[in-house]
């Protein structure tokens, strides 16, 4: 069974940091697009960052620029997402995907989540 699992959200003060991982089973992931993506209550999911197989391209969401690090060991088949500098408005759900043409935002596989509670 193919699967990726979130660790690392949790409740942090506005201007704090925390660190997300995904780890993938079932599958090698190493040739693979992943990304992060988040959902606030009420809104629409949405991208935050991506990184292409080899770590070599970044892409992030001009929300996130300088704040955020996506990051991946392939041979752990993990990808990580450094947030630092969090704000309130960065409460959400965030969730890793992989698979997808790059630039694209059509994953083929998705975790289930992981909560990110930031508090002012």
């Known amino acids: 069974q193919v699967q990726l699992v979130e660790s690392g959200g949790g409740l942090v003060q506005a201007g704090g940091s925390l660190r997300l991982s995904c780890a993938g089973s079932g599958r090698t992931f190493r040739f693979d697009t992943m990304g992060w993506f988040r959902q606030a209550p009420g809104k629409e999911r949405e991208f935050v960052a991506a990184?292409?197989?080899?770590?070599?391209?970044?892409e992030y969401a001009d929300s996130v620029k300088g704040r955020f690090t996506i990051s991946r060991d392939n041979a752990k088949n993990t990808v990580y997402l450094q947030m630092n500098s969090l704000k309130p408005e960065d409460t959400a759900v965030y969730y890793c995907?992989?698979?997808?043409?790059?630039?694209?935002?059509?994953?083929?596989?998705w975790g289930q989540g992981t909560q990110v509670t930031v508090s002012s």
């Open positions: 995907a992989a698979d997808a043409p790059w630039g694209k935002r059509e994953y083929n596989y």
């Open positions: 990184i292409t197989w080899s770590g070599g391209t970044t």
